[in-house]
């Protein structure tokens, strides 16, 4: 015979109330929250989550939305992102938007009809204010709208640490290479640092940053090195434009580190191509991610959570600096 609540209730001395409470993530005190959880573990009970749900009219399925999987900082952060939704029992819808905007407004509509919870939202598009209103999301490094919380690295001042590491390394001609957003995002304060940081110093800034889509990374690189071939020192703001700007350089005769010096956002920090390493500013992905679930779940249960929550990203000496 299946063992139920009140077997629970029964075996750890509280009521049927209490133990609801527990399951629910209700209030109680942490002494009998152990004592349940234990008569829970001990009885081998296993609460019916289908009904649970039925009863808080919640589906148990999360979305995920980024713009590509195949790319160093999305694919692991969704891999994060499952790890952590286990812990509130969420099975993970994974949507891959970039140049579909149709697919995010696909998870807009399966949220209204109550098909999934909710959404995290890694977008390069803009979505009008009242479609997304009432729509438990969270965002990375976007504020989607005034009520939508989201999470974001504290992109100025790493930006600014990596410059002055570069200064400090003797660089004198330092570029800026990116992908600029086409939205309001935190991101653009990679450029705002590097100009900051530039005048700071009395050097002269050397940018190309344009609105491109993922994987058309190669063609501002070789507009970049084209426009300023005396560089001795670059600051790629993604991980990928400073995969591409290594390979680039180095087709292009450059010497790395010796004669020119990369630093890019985010990174990959295993062996990579013929180098140990890339120096970069590497972004907290796991702290990211069980931030934006615990936001998500938050969201969800309708309690009161941070608009803005600032993660600290480090850099990362490796192999394409001195």
Known sequence: MAVTIKDVASYANVGVGTVSRVLNGGSV???????VLKAM??????PNATAHRLRKNKTGVIAVLVPIINHPFFSEF???????????????????????????????????????DGAIFVTHYEHDEKDLMGCPFVSI??????????????????????????ISGGCKKIGYIGSKPIVNSEVMQREKAYLDTMAKHGLEPRIVNEVIMH???????DKFFSKFPDVDGVFAAGYTMAQTTYTVAIEKGYSV??????VGYDGSFKNWGSIKSLTAVEQPIADMAKTVVDLLYGVIEGKQTPLRTVLGAKLVKGATTK
Do not use: H, M
């Open 257 to 262: 580190p010796d004669g020119l010096q990369i």
């Open 41 to 46: 573990k001990e009885l081998k009970f296993t």
């Open 141 to 166: 490094d976007r504020p989607l709208t005034k009520d939508i919380p989201y999470v974001t690295s504290n992109n100025y001042d790493a930006t600014a640490e990596a410059l002055e590491y570069l």
């Open 215 to 221: 994987g058309e990374e190669r063609g501002v690189a």
């Open 29 to 35: 005190n942490e002494t009998t929250r152990e004592l």
């Open 78 to 116: 969704v891999e994060c992102v499952e790890e952590e939704a286990d812990r509130y029992g969420w099975s993970v819808l994974i949507v891959s938007s970039q140049q579909k905007i149709e697919k995010e407004n696909g998870i807009i509509e399966k949220i209204r009809r109550k098909e999934i």
